[in-house]
Nanobody
Framework: QVQLVESGGGLVQAGGSLRLSCTPS??????TAWFREAPGKEREFVAA????????VYADSVKGRFSISRDRVTKIVYLQMSSLKSEDTAVYYC???????????????????WGQGTQVTVSS
């Protein structure tokens, strides 16, 4: 069984920064991704990283502003968000897969395990 717990969300002004954490328990996850869901919109991909931490993948909308990383000891996956914009406001979800074949997939259907979400609100 795998559980994912997100933390680190909150209210921040535009241009500010936040760091989200995804703490896993249970089996070792191969790929961890962050998705977000804004009110009235579909859940969208943000970033993904595999167990090795090599070649993370980002959505075009966050490239250059967000950085995903994985601590090899604690296995916690972080999402460092900088230069935040009002359009980054959403509930952010951590997702995990035990299947290596998915690579750093951008598709929600490829991920089996999901956290409860953490709210990020960016005020303009």
């Amino acid at each position: 069984q795998v559980q994912l717990v997100e933390s680190g969300g909150g209210l921040v002004q535009a241009g500010g920064s936040l760091r989200l954490s995804c703490t896993p328990s249970g089996q070792t996850i191969y790929t961890t991704a962050w998705f977000r869901e804004a009110p009235g919109k579909e859940r969208e991909f943000v970033a993904a990283i595999n167990w090795s931490g090599v070649s993370p993948v980002y959505a075009d909308s966050v490239k250059g502003r967000f950085s995903i990383s994985r601590d090899r000891v604690t296995k916690i996956v972080y999402l460092q968000m900088s230069s935040l914009k009002s359009e980054d406001t959403a509930v952010y979800y951590c997702a995990g897969s035990l299947v290596g074949a998915i690579g750093q997939s951008m598709r929600t259907t490829q991920y089996t395990y999901w956290g409860q979400g953490t709210q990020v609100t960016v005020s303009s």
